[in-house]
């Protein structure tokens, strides 16, 4: 089909609906450990090199930066192909990574000495013993922290602080196998020389292409966004740079959003507890968003957000919300089908999906009383 948009689409189309019966015959109630899993990260890394091809085919000047970077303007033989999909340091959970990126490594280019394969052993150890960190954390706190004690009955006569507080717990806690898997073959990666990065300003090589996740970002950070940042990084960058900008035509960036998160949900499955926890995601934010332009905005929040000696109680009051939330949302992805979450989502009075749409309509009007017209007409300026 050459470097048309038919081949995009024909891609596209193929690989998800490939993937989709895959889903279709072979899914059960719980989590899956089959071939579909591999071949989800394969799906993505195939519809990516389409659109690279196509866009090698376009007029450079009409690309943006980023589309620049990544567009193939030769054609990749099946050799190369089969190396790009099959590259044992990320077949089997990610990272992505583009063909061009792929072809670097191939040619020896990804080294912090030129000419040598790379010193990357230390760096790569690094991500490996994180990555064993969480491992064994996992490991010895995964027998008592699980999501099967949500949909028992002891849970349900528990009292509702505890029901929160447990969810708020095993939502931190359950992402940590994710974190495992992309910390250990990013080490991988980083070892082959396919994590090199270029250098920072004062000559230090980073090591970082290939990173799944910001720990530190991740522990850390209070808010909703910052945890999406520093989460399954090369998958939601890959959303962004595949999905999200190439909707700009809708006009629109909320639907763009919208529909690169139902992108998502498919791609993950088809179960009924994906699309829900991306829903609640989508929701979440948008609300975060508001929050955050009220707080800016009204000079009488602006004064009280910035009392330092009340810094320390705000963190912890959003680190509450942020994580008794995000297990909120993680509730459905990891119980997949309706009867499943709904049940949990019933022990809490769907707490999540009343405070955030409550939200949703209620700060646009507190927002009207708390910031004055001339802010408003400042920041139309």
């Known amino acids: 089909m050459g470097r048309t948009i038919t081949a995009v689409l024909t891609t596209f189309c193929f690989q998800m609906a490939y993937l989709l019966a895959g889903y279709y015959y072979t899914a059960t109630g719980n989590y899956d450990i089959k071939w579909t899993m591999p071949h989800c990260v394969l799906t993505l890394k195939l519809?990516?090199?389409?659109?690279?091809y196509f866009d090698g085919g376009k007029d450079q000047n009409s690309l943006s930066s980023e589309q620049q970077k990544y567009a193939i303007r030769g054609v990749p033989?099946?050799?190369?192909?089969?190396?790009?999909?099959?590259?044992y340091g990320a077949f089997l959970v990610g990272p992505?990574?583009?063909m061009?990126?792929?072809?670097k490594l191939v040619q020896g280019e990804l080294t912090d000495i030129p000419g040598k394969i790379p010193n990357s052993i230390i760096p790569a150890l690094k991500r490996l013993s994180l990555g064993l960190f969480y491992l064994v954390g996992y490991t010895l706190l995964s027998p008592h922290i699980t999501e099967d004690y949500l949909l028992t009955e002891d849970y349900d006569n528990h009292p509702f602080w505890f029901r929160c507080m447990y969810m708020l717990i095993w939502g931190k806690f359950v992402l940590y196998k994710y974190v495992t898997c992309w910390l250990v073959t990013e080490?991988?990666?980083?070892?082959?020389?396919?994590g090199f990065n270029g250098f920072e300003e004062k000559g230090k090589a980073k090591w970082d292409a290939c990173a799944n996740m910001k720990v530190w970002l991740f522990e850390t950070n209070p808010r909703f966004t910052g945890t999406i940042a520093s989460f399954n990084i090369n998958t939601n960058a890959w959303v962004a740079r595949y999905i999200f900008k190439r909707l700009k035509f809708l006009g629109n960036k909320e639907l763009s959003q919208g529909l690169s998160l139902l992108f998502l949900a498919l791609w993950h499955g088809l179960h009924s507890g994906y699309p829900v926890c991306f829903q609640m995601e989508f929701l979440i934010v948008i609300v975060e968003r508001q929050a955050a332009r009220l707080i800016q905005e009204s000079p009488t929040l602006s004064k009280l957000a910035a009392i330092t000696v009340l810094q320390p109680f705000y963190y912890l009051v959003q680190q509450t919300i942020h994580w008794l939330f995000m297990?909120?949302?993680?509730?459905?992805?990891?119980?997949?089908?309706?009867d499943k979450w709904l049940k949990v989502y019933k022990s809490i009075y769907f707490l999540g999906h009343i405070f955030f749409l409550s939200l949703l309509f209620i700060l646009?009007?507190?927002h009207k009383a708390m910031v004055p017209r001339k802010e408003k007409l400042k920041k139309m300026e």
């Open 187 to 194: 080490g991988v990666c980083i070892l082959t020389g396919l």
């Open 364 to 366: 646009p009007y507190i």
């Open 327 to 338: 297990g909120y949302s993680m509730t459905a992805f990891c119980l997949f089908t309706w």
């Open 77 to 87: 033989s099946l050799l190369e192909v089969a190396g790009f999909s099959y590259f």
């Open 96 to 98: 992505q990574f583009s």
């Open 100 to 103: 061009n990126h792929y072809m």
């Open 47 to 52: 519809i990516g090199l389409a659109v690279d």
